[in-house]
């Protein structure tokens, strides 16, 4: 004689009301309760289940909150742009930035005119990694930086 197999319903509580979905292998571990509760999502397990098995569409649904998360450190958009704080350098070297990129200011700007301008300026410049990585790496093993070349010099 067999006995009957036993058939688990899913542990959660959902808005309330006890789920009475046939449950999976999936659980309803912490970092999901700490998930659905970052989301404002009002599931709860109940503790009188005596597991904490869950139905698939309460899988999925936790699954795809967990999926939509984003890392801090992700750049995934393609408009990633950089936190550079200019007051830092010294005036020498924000004049010098404005002369290699031939910035138009006028005369006798302060350093926070300068510093404003260059920021515009460099949330423009378009860099490709391929090419400039590799470049960066020679200049430092050779001890050279490319604004200190000097430029051909123009026939008249």
């Given at each position: ?75 995934e958009e393609g408009d990633y742009q950089p936190e550079v704080d200019f007051l830092q350098l ?9 002369r290699h990129y031939k910035l138009q200011l006028k005369p006798g700007t302060n350093k926070i ?44």
């Amino acid at each position: 004689m067999s006995s009957p197999e036993v058939v688990q319903m899913c542990c959660l509580i959902d808005e309330g009301e006890r789920c009475q979905s046939r449950a999976t292998g999936a659980t309803f571990n912490r970092k999901l309760f700490k998930t659905a509760l970052q989301r404002r999502q009002r599931l709860y397990a109940d503790l009188e289940a005596g597991h904490n098995y869950v139905c698939e569409h309460h899988r999925i649904l936790l699954h795809g909150m967990r999926a939509k998360r984003k890392r801090k450190d992700s750049e995934e958009e393609g408009d990633y742009q950089p936190e550079v704080d200019f007051l830092q350098l010294q005036m020498n070297t924000l004049r010098r930035y404005k002369r290699h990129y031939k910035l138009q200011l006028k005369p006798g700007t302060n350093k926070i005119q300068l510093v404003e301008a260059i920021s515009k300026h460099f949330k423009t410049i378009r860099v490709s990694e391929k090419k400039s990585v590799p470049l960066f790496i020679s200049m430092v093993k050779s001890h050279k930086s490319k604004l200190d070349q000097p430029k051909p010099m123009e026939s008249s």
